[in-house]
């Protein structure tokens, strides 16, 4: 079956610019979840939506950083004016429910902030 | 103490070999463990659960010990492809919660 995919899989942009990313989770998966990972460096939890319920925007660094998802498919995480220390791989994980269960990930999506 | 502690390494083994690798975390309360593995530069993906009881899946054991809080993984017979970065994974709290991911332990394997 279709695993979770994003795109696009590298995206170069300026500095200051905004930029938007796209996740569509595994079907029938509830929860999806954000995640940002610099070079070297672990997973850093960004957000987590659970179905019709309130996001957990916990992991958000800044007020630049927000995400959207409609009902139980697609996500689109946006970058306001980013800068070069947004520069990481961002990805996107979707699971059945958020109750402890496995997470399954997307290949990520490459941000070059220059 | 951190939610999710591990060593980093990295863990250099010949081929062949066993090795072990121990996860700590940090609330008692936690009910789902999990072992991930990363390639370079790839996403992660799940290697197996970790049961109370402990599981086995081919090569692979893991085992769980609540009273000092910590997982194991097991690895026998190393392969060169089991060389990556594995991750221990353990809900945030107990119940409805997230997945808090540990930094990793990188093993290399050589031949």
């Known amino acids: 079956g279709a695993g979770v995919s994003q795109s696009p899989s590298n995206k170069v942009t300026e500095k200051g610019k905004d930029v938007e990313l796209r996740c569509d989770p595994i079907s029938g998966h509830t929860a999806l979840y954000w995640y940002r990972q610099r070079l070297g460096q672990g997973l850093e939890f960004l957000i987590y939506f659970q179905g019709n319920s309130a996001p957990d925007k916990s992991g958000l660094p800044s007020d630049r950083f927000s995400a959207e998802r409609t009902g139980e498919s697609v996500s689109t995480l946006t970058i306001q004016r980013t800068q070069q220390e947004d520069s990481a791989v961002y990805l996107c994980a979707s699971s059945v429910t958020g109750f402890g269960y496995e997470q399954y990930f997307g290949p990520g999506t490459r941000l070059t902030v220059t | 103490r951190k939610e999710v502690e591990q060593d980093p390494g990295p863990f250099n083994v010949p081929e062949g070999a066993t090795v072990a690798f121990n996860c700590t975390y940090s609330n008692s309360a936690s009910q789902s463990f999990f072992w991930y593995r990363q390639d370079c530069r790839k996403e992660p993906k799940l290697l197996m659960s970790v049961y109370s009881s402990g599981n086995e899946d081919g090569r692979f054991t893991a085992q769980l010990n609540r009273a000092s809080q910590y997982i194991s993984l097991l690895i026998r017979d190393s392969k060169l492809s089991d060389s990556a970065t594995y991750l221990c994974?353990?809900?945030?709290?107990?119940?409805?919660?997230?997945?808090?991911f540990g930094k990793g332990t990188m093993l290399l394997v050589s031949p």
């Open positions: 994974v353990v809900n945030k709290r107990g119940g409805y919660s997230t997945l808090t």
